[in-house]
């Protein structure tokens, strides 16, 4: 049977993952069961961390999933961690083939497909694997660095300044722009600034949607610097808490990463935003140009310490969009 014969089935596998949430420690997950005429007879997709895994949410759904075939976009664990090991439960359901997208690298999680081939069960990857990949590359880059996925973003002027020279700086960017950035930020497990900005502009870190509620699963609110956050900061009556880190950031990082946080949304100010950049920290930047010019002195990220052209940090532009007169480029780093 050709590969392609599940292009359709894995399409709408990925669809039932992005349900899942972005945030968490366990990856976006989706699994569709389809019988021999490709028709899909039953969904599922995972919930987060400690609920159930794509697999097993599909499963449940049917009588009998004898003869069936299960379509997931990640090769299915082979562990009991939160939950059982899928390998296992589509091979004691009779699932008689299993086709995948991308391995599951995980040191105790692998090897999902071999037990399935083990027990008799067809087992095919790669399916749509290119497409499939930005579900889960935040979850596969955290894990392979040790250290939460960087997103660093501010909004400046064309000429790329964050203030007027007086420090006035609400609102550069447009009001869609931002309603953009809290969506971003309801997609990371914490939002970071420095203790100087905490304190500077008091600023809520908080996610809403645009009618001004918060978004559910709300993320954390990280201040980092060596400036206790002063008794009256409103940061102490945030949502989901506040965490006040200091010293070095690859070790803050590695101890977010150790307290279960995947993700982390970078919001400043410029001598925080420097050090992340210059210690190659930053996965991704979302950078809202608003078509203005300002001039002076207060630039994103100060000094990088880049005496010379070819020094420069060359990224990656994955995408554009212009919200409101402002320009959001997104960009990657290669690491
Ligand atoms: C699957 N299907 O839907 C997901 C998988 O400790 P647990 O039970 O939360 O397992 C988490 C690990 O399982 C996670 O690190 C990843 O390797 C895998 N995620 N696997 O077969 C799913 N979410
Ligand atoms: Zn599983």
Known sequence: MPISTYD?????????????????????????????????????????????????????????????????????????GRTGPCAQALIDAGVTRVVYSLDDPGQKSRGGAETLRAAGVESVSGVLS????????????????????????????LDGRTAATDGTSQWITSAESRTYIHLLRSQHDTIAIGTGTAIADNPSLTARTADGNLFPNHPLAV????????????LWSHPRGVLQESGPLVEILERLYNIGIRSLFLEGGPRLMNS????????????????????????????????????????????????????????????
């Open 130 to 157: 290119g497409e499939g990949y930005h579900l889960v590359e935040r979850w596969l880059t955290a894990n392979r660095l040790g250290r939460p996925w960087v997103t660093a973003k501010w909004g400046s002027s």
């Open 8 to 80: 359709d089935a894995m399409r709408r596998a990925r669809e039932l993952a992005e349900r899942g949430p972005r945030t968490g420690e366990n990856p976006q997950v989706g699994c569709v069961l389809v019988d021999d005429a490709g028709v899909i007879v039953a969904e599922g997709w995972h919930r987060g961390a400690g609920t159930l895994h794509a697999e097993v949410d599909a499963l449940s759904k049917v009588e009998s999933a004898r003869g069936l075939t299960a379509v997931v976009t990640l090769e299915p664990c082979n562990h009991t």
């Open 223 to 234: 201040v980092i610097g060596d400036t206790p956050l002063p008794a009256g900061s409103g």
């Open 276 to 335: 992340f950049i210059r210690e190659g920290l930053v996965d991704e930047y979302v950078v809202c140009l608003a078509p203005i010019l300002l001039g002076g002195d207060k630039t994103a990220t100060g000094d990088l310490g880049i005496g010379t052209l070819v020094d420069a940090r060359r990224l990656t532009v994955t995408s554009t969009e212009v919200m409101g007169g402002t320009i959001v480029v997104t960009a990657r780093e290669a690491h």
